[in-house]
T-cell receptor
């Protein structure tokens, strides 16, 4: 079974600064996806960014980028120019490719607070 | 596009009663729906996966007789918590994947907070 570990339960950063959230995972699979989801106080899960394991290039989405280290099984999220609206729980998630039976395994989450 | 709704958003029920939570895909046909449970300040735990027209597949440790899942149409899945107890109080979230969707695409509903008194 796959496991996803987020070692930072809480983090806080000043508005406009850069913050990096850590995630490690354990798997014997070679083909999989990794995700970062955001859960704001509304509790609605929002996809932030996705990385395919076969791609060496790190995914970026505007202010959000990842550092994907496949050999180290590490998948960190960097948020640049942080904004108040970035305050949320952030979950790292793993998905093994399984012929239509793909399921998400979530980490324990990091509560990020952006300080004005 | 790709909107998933849940009803109700909040529900309070008495211990021993049953409660039904609906998950609907509003603008796409969802061949697969997922049900998650989230305890306060904790992560999402997958409870079961349901494919339209077939029986749900439950994760290890989830009581299938307690958490009844029905995926009778391509736009609706329901989770019924039977004989609810206070320990069933939690936040329940569904997600849906559409016909011909890429394997990684899941769209989440806004969640349902269940409180059992």
């Amino acid at each position: 079974a796959q496991t996803v570990t987020q070692s930072q339960p809480e983090m806080s950063v000043q508005e406009a600064e850069t913050v990096t959230l850590s995630c490690t995972y354990d798997t014997s699979e070679n083909n999989y996806y990794l995700f970062w989801y955001k859960q704001p106080p509304s509790r609605q899960m929002i996809l932030v960014i996705r990385q395919e394991a076969y791609k060496q290039q790190n995914a970026t989405e505007n202010r959000f980028s990842v550092n994907f280290q496949k050999a180290a099984k590490s998948f960190s999220l960097k948020i640049s120019d942080s904004q108040l609206g970035d305050t949320a729980m952030y979950f790292c998630a793993f998905m093994k490719l399984n012929f239509g039976n793909e399921k998400l395994t979530f980490g324990t989450g990091t509560r990020l607070t952006i300080i004005p | 596009g790709a909107v998933v709704s849940q009803h109700p958003s909040r529900v309070i029920c008495k211990s021993g009663t049953s409660v039904k939570i609906e998950c609907r895909s509003l603008d796409f046909q969802a061949t697969t729906m997922f049900w998650y449970r989230q305890f306060p300040k904790q992560s999402l735990m997958l409870m079961a996966t349901s494919n339209e027209g077939s029986k749900a597949t439950y994760e290890q440790g989830v009581e299938k007789d307690k958490f009844l899942i029905n995926h009778a149409s391509l736009t609706l899945s329901t989770l019924t918590v039977t004989s609810a107890h206070p320990e069933d109080s939690s936040f329940y979230i569904c997600s849906a994947r559409g016909w011909r969707a890429l394997s990684y695409e899941q769209y989440f509903g806004p969640g349902t907070r269940l409180t059992v008194t």
